[in-house]
């Protein structure tokens, strides 16, 4: 499986951007059954969780420092996943990056995801 990322840029504080993930695969390999997740690593930083949706999109979790401005969330039929970012802050410049959890929930803890897209980098000036 492979994903990549896109949709990322610079945008000023209190701007908003949407993210896609596009996922594909050889021999029809999907993500339609796995759980999905949006990591970001800023400069120096450790890569943290983000956000969260299982595989029909039921659950979602967010990270406390978005819950409230950003939402996830996915197009089985499209093998997409997207993450809406609102209200951005500074402090969310980082590079941004969709991974494929190994099972149909999502995680927080990134080793349990096993496949992960190039990322796509956000900055937001203040």
């Known amino acids: 499986v492979q994903l990549q990322a896109s949709g990322g840029g610079l945008v000023q504080a209190g701007g908003s951007l949407r993210l896609s993930c596009a996922a594909s695969g050889a021999s029809g390999r999907t993500i339609s059954n796995n759980g999905m997740g949006w990591f970001r690593q800023a400069p120096g930083k450790e890569r943290e969780f983000v956000a969260g949706i299982s595989w029909n999109g039921a659950s979602t979790t967010y990270s406390d420092s978005v819950k409230g401005r950003f939402t996830i969330s996915r197009d089985r039929a499209k093998n997409m996943v997207y993450l809406q970012m609102s209200s951005l802050k500074p402090e969310d410049t980082a590079v941004y990056s969709c991974?494929?959890?190994?099972?149909?929930?999502?995680?927080?803890?990134?080793?349990?995801?096993?496949?992960w897209g190039q990322g796509t980098q956000v900055t937001v000036s203040s």
């Open positions: 991974a494929a959890s190994r099972s149909p929930y999502s995680p927080t803890i990134h080793s349990q995801y096993n496949y």
